[in-house]
């Protein structure tokens, strides 16, 4: 039956979208065997080859190897995530094993790996263009962090890690989710002081659901403990939901994740050793743009204490309204967010339900589309009646400003049960130009409400600044123009991948974007002048409290993977000695405490790396600031260098070289600092 398995064949459908509607979940376990066994052969084939190595027979012969893989897995894990059913599900559990055993089988092939490090050591002598240089140059490295050039024990060791390491982070993951699932501040009718009528329904909800009707239940789940930490005015209940909810993974029973994180410690440094590094940070940051730990200490020491100066400002507003209140106490960290709360309020009269109306979803993607035609010359014109894999999804043909096409951009905003929850952008199809030029397929995915009845879904500021985020994502995968997919679109380092996608959330806040799009869903008036004002003042509020709990994880996520792991070791007094060193202020916890870690003990993602989103920061703060210095926010000197440089140069160039090619000069971290309303 494989003959008739449609993820086997190229596509014959419009712009090469996969034949979604004669797709089923039976396709894709054959096809997945059958596409990392195409890709074995392709590799026996380079790496056996009687001919001496040379870049097209070896580099660009692996560029061109693994495509009905990287086919197959396009359509898969987009699927997964927006389309999921039991039965993907399961696939998902057993192909993720199977995916990092092949990848493990080709990063180790002993012949493979001696015809790149022979083409590496002779690099300079190939004649090589500047991009296959950098492709040779990420290959080779993805090579050596594998463990290629170890000894037979050695690589049997990095095996063994990798597979402890991926049970054990999978085990903190889950005990995480247990705790904050296991626990239920259950509330009394008299307990309710503060809480919206929005607030009490749902606790309502809760309670009745876990077997306590007539109650009333807070959880740990960010979006209800901290709504009930801004509106609670009882402290003592406050205290006992925050301390819940400080303390998760460090709860003493089966969940408690202090032994897991120091074995995963000693395992990642034992990792990082075999691989001739001093310490697992080395290792970590050793392909990233930062490069080395102590850049990453530098940034974090020039925001940490203006940041510092800010929380303590803001703790002394907070302490003089609770005065003020006569309520006779010292603001402490349970206390941070009701009286931020209410200062905002005071100060700025922001609410919610009166920016709502002005950010109509329709309008906020013609917006975001606007920009790349005043940026970048693109414009987008909808496809009606594609075959796609969900009838709420949008299809839009993307044209350069000589009308060729540059890529198809498909946008799946509402949530539904079968979507993982959060926003992100990924592709159906990369782009390339190594053997004919191929436009890629780009996708965001949003999890927005849709309204009923055909009204016009409205979307909150955060939620409009996330679209923009999303397609800024989405505009580095469709204006890529590489040869080798290697280097392709956000194929960039991680400290890196988040300029294109913050820089991109500056434009929303223009006035000439609010005023054209930001218009009233029953007026269709525009937004008016003193309410923009508003919003461009509060833009500095708490921003003392956000660095200084983000920058706290950020070092002790550095300073774990930077010490020695013994077995003295004690997760709770290393987080408390580390915090003393930069004089952590009692009234803020750190936004992530070590047992609850997830970006960094979940996975190795974020490991070392928590600092990525404050680097690529330095990154967009200066960027944008070289739209104001020139006096236009679209100047188009400055735009055609940023889509030229940024946008689509993917990963053809080292990050700071690329910055450098855009800016003229490295990135000042005094942007970020105005940005976040630190400037002296
Ligand atoms: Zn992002």
């Known amino acids: 039956m494989t003959t008739e398995n449609p993820l086997l064949f190229a596509s014959t459908e419009a712009f090469g979208l996969p034949a979604f509607g004669a797709l089923k979940a039976e396709h894709y376990r054959p096809a997945f065997a059958a596409a990392m066994a195409e890709n074995l052969a392709e590799i026996a084939c380079i790496a056996d080859d009687p001919a001496p190595p040379d870049f097209e027979n070896t580099i660009a012969a692996l560029e061109r190897s693994g495509r009905l893989l990287a086919r197959v897995g396009g359509v898969f894990w987009n699927l997964a995530a ?129 077997g306590a009707p007539g109650k009333y239940g807070v959880t740990l789940a960010r979006s209800s403990v901290e709504i009930f930490l801004q509106s609670s005015t009882r402290r003592d209940l406050r205290e006992t939901a925050f301390r819940a909810w400080a303390s998760r993974g460090e709860t003493g029973g089966a969940t408690d994740n202090r032994a897991l994180i120091a074995e995963i410690l000693r395992l990642r440094e034992e990792r990082a050793r075999l691989n001739g590094f001093a310490n697992f940070a080395a290792y970590k940051l050793d392909d990233t743009m930062a490069k080395t730990p102590t850049a990453v ?51 700025y009269d922001l609410d919610q339900a009166e920016l709502r109306p002005y950010f109509q979803l329709d309008q906020m993607i013609a917006a975001a589309f606007h920009v790349a035609k005043r940026l970048f010359g693109l414009s987008f014109v909808e496809v009606e009646g594609l075959d796609l894999y969900h009838p709420s999804v949008r299809a839009f043909d993307v044209r350069d400003a000589k009308g ?34 191929i436009r890629p397929i780009i996708v965001n995915v949003l999890n927005f409400s849709r309204a009923p009845d055909g009204a016009p879904t409205l979307l909150s500021l955060d939620d409009a600044r996330t679209l923009f ?19 392709a679109g ?47 003042k509060s833009r500095h509020f708490n921003q003392g409290f956000a660095s200084v709990e983000f920058c706290a994880s950020a070092y002790v996520d550095l300073d774990l993977h930077e010490s020695a792991i013994d077995e003295s070791f004690n997760a709770l007094r290393f987080e408390r000695e580390s915090l003393a060193r930069i004089s952590m202020p009692e009234e803020i916890i750190m936004r992530h405490r070590t047992p609850h870690f997830t970006h960094v003990f979940a996975g190795d993602g974020y490991s070392a790396g928590y600092y990525s989103y404050l680097w690529a920061e330095t990154l967009d703060a200066d960027a944008y600031e070289a739209f104001l210095e020139a006096g236009d926010p679209f100047a188009p000197d400055i735009a055609e260098r940023l889509r030229r440089h940024i946008y689509a140069a993917g990963g053809t160039q080292d990050p700071a070289d690329a910055y450098v090619a855009f800016r003229g000069r490295m990135p000042n971290v005094d942007a970020l600092l105005r940005q976040r309303g630190f400037a002296r």
Not at 134 to 141: D, G, M, N, P, S
């Open 82 to 210: 927006t389309d999921t059913t039991p039965e993907l599900q399961e696939i998902e559990r057993d192909i993720s094993g199977a995916l990092a055993r092949h990848e493990n089988e080709i990063l180790l092939n002993a012949a493979l790996f001696s015809r790149v490090d022979a083409l590496h050591a002779r690099r300079d002598a190939l004649a090589l263009t500047e991009e296959q240089a950098r492709v040779l140059e990420l290959t080779h490295k993805r090579f050596l962090r594998a463990g290629a050039e170890l000894d037979e024990t050695a690589k049997r060791r990095m095996a063994e890690i990798s597979e402890r390491l991926a049970n054990l982070t999978t085990s903190f993951a889950q005990n995480v989710l247990a705790d904050e699932a296991d626990y239920l501040l259950l509330l009394e009718e008299s307990d309710l002081d503060g809480l919206s009528e929005d607030f009490r329904a749902s606790a309502a909800q809760v309670a009745q659901e876990r």
């Open 297 to 347: 200490r530098e940034l974090l020491d020039r925001v940490w204490a203006p940041a510092l100066a800010a929380a303590k400002a803001e703790r002394d507003d907070l302490q003089a309204l609770a005065e003020r209140d006569g309520a006779n106490v010292a603001i402490g960290a349970a206390d941070w967010r009701h009286y931020a709360e209410r200062v905002r309020k005071e100060r």
């Open 404 to 437: 060729e096409h540059v890529a198809l951009f498909l946008g799946d905003y509402f949530a539904r049960p079968s979507k993982r929850g959060g926003a992100w952008m990924s592709e159906f199809r990369g782009q390339e130009n190594l053997d004919e030029r």
């Open 469 to 487: 985020h999303e397609f800024g994502h989405a505009l580095h995968g469709m204006l890529s123009d590489v040869t080798y997919p290697l280097v």
């Open 490 to 536: 956000t194929n960039v380092a991680r400290d890196f991948v988040e300029l294109p996608s913050q820089l991109y959330e500056h434009w929303l806040l223009e006035p000439e974007i609010l005023r054209g799009f930001a218009r009233h869903a029953e007026t269709g008036a525009p937004m008016p002048e003193e309410l923009l004002e508003r919003i461009q």
